[in-house]
């Protein structure tokens, strides 16, 4: 069961150049979130999808966007990388809205994305 | 907005002994509160929640955590902790209403066991 998968896992990117943040869960989760986690920091949401079909934003969306492609992955895009784009990513997914303890279930997240923007 | 608050950047502790790690909440609303654990280089791992119902909450690893309303704390405890323990934790918390599927994380507190 590989749960929430993220790639790649390490990347370098030069200011101005573009890029995509590829995650996939295989939990049928509903509700998929991408986060940015910087020291001090914690986590700070960029974007969430409640569910296939919707996107909105959260704390940091400001240079990014993504894409909900199917029920299983939830993309990232850079359009145009920046210094202060420098973080580790992180995607996660939680289970259906509806149905059971819907509102309270927890998060689960993937390893990560390590990028780096000279 | 809701929020939480983690006021240690790091907690030192010995093997053995037990251990706290504080966090507070504002929230508009009934609290929905989450602990998390990271270990170095890997996600968030879901350790415990408070929803309802008891003030103590028990989770994985041996953690519970105590809620306590009239001082807006949800404090992570171990009674004896290992060198294993050693890691990053995160409090969250849920929003309300109609944004009940965003959460919020403090800032985190590094735990250091030492042997």
């Known amino acids: 069961n590989a749960g929430v998968t993220q790639t790649p896992k390490f990347q370098v990117l030069k200011t101005g150049q573009s890029m995509t943040l590829q995650c996939a869960q295989d939990?049928?989760?509903?509700?998929m979130y991408w986060y940015r986690q910087d020291p001090g920091m914690g986590l700070r949401l960029i974007y969430y999808?409640?569910?296939?079909?919707?996107?909105d934003k959260g704390e940091v969306p400001n240079g990014y966007n993504v894409s909900r492609l199917n029920k299983r992955e939830f993309s990232l895009r850079l359009e145009s990388a920046a210094p202060s784009q420098t973080s580790v990513y992180f995607c996660?997914?939680?289970?259906?809205?509806?149905?059971?303890?819907?509102?309270?279930?927890?998060?689960?997240f993937g390893d990560g994305t390590r990028l780096s923007i000279l | 907005a809701q929020s939480v608050a983690q006021p240690e950047d790091q907690v030192n502790v010995a093997e053995g002994n037990p251990l706290t790690v504080k966090c507070t909440y504002s929230?508009?609303?009934?609290?929905?509160l989450f602990w998390y654990v990271q270990y170095p280089n890997r996600g968030l791992q879901f350790l415990l929640k408070?929803?309802?119902?008891?003030?103590l909450v028990k989770g994985s690893y041996g953690f519970e955590a105590e809620f306590n309303k009239s001082q807006t704390s949800f404090h992570l405890k171990k009674p004896s902790a290992l060198v294993s323990d050693s890691a990053l934790y995160f409090c969250?918390?849920?929003?309300?209403?109609?944004?009940?599927?965003?959460?919020?994380f403090g800032s985190g507190t590094k735990l250091n066991v030492k042997p």
């Open positions: 408070y929803i309802t119902g008891d003030n």
């Open positions: 999808s409640a569910s296939e079909g919707t996107t």
């Open positions: 929230v508009s609303g009934n609290p929905y």
């Open positions: 996660a997914s939680r289970s259906p809205v509806h149905g059971g303890d819907w509102g309270n279930q927890p998060q689960h």
């Open positions: 969250a918390v849920r929003d309300t209403g109609y944004n009940f599927n965003k959460f919020y």
């Open positions: 939990m049928n989760h509903n509700s």
